[in-house]
């Protein structure tokens, strides 16, 4: 159902997308790609709270307290079964606690947002033929948002409970009625406004069935009151802002890029750019199914303290997601500018040199990014320590090389980021703490698609000379 999921999601790229190519304006594109990029850091703005809950939710079903969450570096192993009454104990104590949170975080997000977000959007927004249905579409977008925020609380509980199938399932469900929809509304002549009321509509509708299918699932933990437990709180929240920093100084500094980019270049660079960033992080996305849909099942045995298994299933997983990364990635590396072009886009794709660095630069990443979620499953989170130095080095590789060579500086300083600070630190900590060798572990994991991925990019430049 992970599967089902991010391959809707991809239909979103394949389908939908070359739709508003071909029929929306170049200016209208690059803000609907701001849209989409703002909705993301949306989603990003929860501070580390969604994957840390779901962890701590995994690790109460491994037979954990709240009280021992704080570190799990060192596990007592279980003996027999965890007791389903101290299980479904702790799971409400953190659902209460998730209750609690997450409405006054969308507060803070909301605020943050409509002051910051709509400074960046001004200029963009100003080249559209009509900046006032734009700037409604805005408020859409905004409000879906911090409502989906919300969403991924109820989602992060159910993956924890090891409902990933069911909740996926309703992720797909909604996700297709947005695809489905929003070509529909495109198709019919629709423009930025209908579609992003689309699209909001169902991110909207999702966060509502997650809330459903949880009370359903677990009627007896759903049923917890909101509430601020002083011990969850203590035990999630030097998790929770090292995670936070992390994915803001990662994922958070690439999406953002847009933003900036809005404000420096031409309507025409800036599509483009978004478009590569949206091809690039959806390949991306869609890759990470066969290593975290198993996270929930990697807490529970790290819980148990049965390492054998939990070194095996990750290795397993982190070999497929390479491989299907890879696939994707060689796929646009060869078929995105004819595509363009066949389908009559009034807006182009970025040139070879920076989809070539886009292309490295996000295989690095997931490869730094698994084992860092590998070594996560200690409860040891070092997230803001790596995409802090991380992004710190990408800002500035990123500055030095923009004098010398151009548009490819960004892609070139997030691979050299990457590279050399932010794989090597997740690599180092995970064969450490699980005592595996790296170059055995990766010799079967993500040497043999990352030499395939560096072939077809040789034969790529090769064809365009």
């Not at 606690?97 to 910051?116: D, T």
């Not at 399932?169 to 423009?191: D, F, K, N, P």
């Not at 509708?205 to 677990?218: E, P, S, T, V």
């Not at 390949?283 to 990697?298: D, E, G, H, M, N």
Request: aromatic share 8%; net charge positive.
């Amino acid at each position: 159902m992970t599967w089902a999921s991010l391959g809707v999601r991809l239909a979103g790229l394949v389908v939908l997308l070359p739709v508003v190519l071909r029929r929306f304006a170049t200016p209208e594109v690059a803000v609907w790609q701001l849209f989409t990029t703002i909705f993301t850091l949306i989603l990003l703005l929860d501070l580390g709270l969604s994957p840390t809950f779901s962890r701590m939710f995994a690790y109460a079903r491994g037979g954990a307290r709240v009280e021992d969450m704080r570190d799990m570096r060192t596990t007592r192993g279980a003996a027999a079964a965890p007791d389903p009454a101290d299980v479904r104990l702790q799971a409400s104590r953190l659902l209460g606690a998730l209750r609690w949170i997450y409405p006054r975080l969308a507060l803070v997000v909301a605020a943050l947002f409509a002051l910051g977000g709509t400074l960046a959007l001004r200029k963009p927004v100003a080249a559209c033929a009509d900046p006032v249905q734009m700037w409604i579409s805005w408020c859409v977008v905004l409000v879906g948002g911090v409502v989906a925020m919300q969403g991924n609380a109820w989602a992060a509980a159910l993956q924890g409970m090891d409902d990933v199938a069911a909740q996926r399932r309703v992720e797909t469900g909604s996700g297709l009625g947005q695809v489905l929809t929003a070509i529909a509304v495109v198709s019919a002549g629709g423009g930025v406004l209908p579609l992003v009321l689309t699209y909001q509509g169902w991110a909207m509708a999702n966060a509502w069935r997650n809330r459903a299918l949880m009370k359903r699932r677990h009627p007896d933990i759903a049923s917890a009151r909101p509430a601020r437990d002083p011990v969850v709180v203590r035990s999630l929240w030097p998790a929770t802002w090292r995670s936070g920093v992390g994915v803001l100084m990662s994922q958070g500094l690439i999406q953002a890029s847009g933003l900036v980019y809005g404000q420096l270049v031409p309507a025409t660079a800036l599509a483009a750019w978004l478009l590569a960033l949206r091809v690039v992080t959806t390949v991306s996305q869609v890759s990470q199914a066969p290593f975290y849909s198993k996270l929930p099942r990697l807490a529970a045995l790290h819980a148990a303290g049965d390492r054998a298994q939990e070194v095996a299933l990750a290795q397993q997983g982190i070999r497929r997601a390479q491989w299907v990364l890879v696939a994707g990635l060689v796929l646009a590396t060869f078929l995105a500018t004819p595509l363009l072009q066949l389908i009559g886009s009034r807006t182009p794709f970025v040139d070879d040199r920076v989809w070539a660095l886009m292309a490295l630069a996000f295989f690095v990443e997931r490869f730094g990014a698994m084992h860092m979620q590998l070594y996560s499953l200690t409860n040891h989170i070092v997230w803001h320590i790596a995409n802090g130095a991380t992004g710190l080095a990408m800002i500035a590789a990123s500055l030095l090389l923009y004098p010398r060579i151009g548009e490819p500086a960004l892609p070139a300083g997030m691979l050299i980021a990457y590279g050399a600070v932010y794989a090597t630190y997740a690599a180092r900590l995970s064969s450490r703490a699980f005592s595996f060798s790296l170059l055995r572990f990766e010799a079967r994991a993500g040497l043999p698609p990352l030499v395939v991925l560096l072939v077809a990019l040789a034969v790529r430049s090769a064809l365009a000379n």
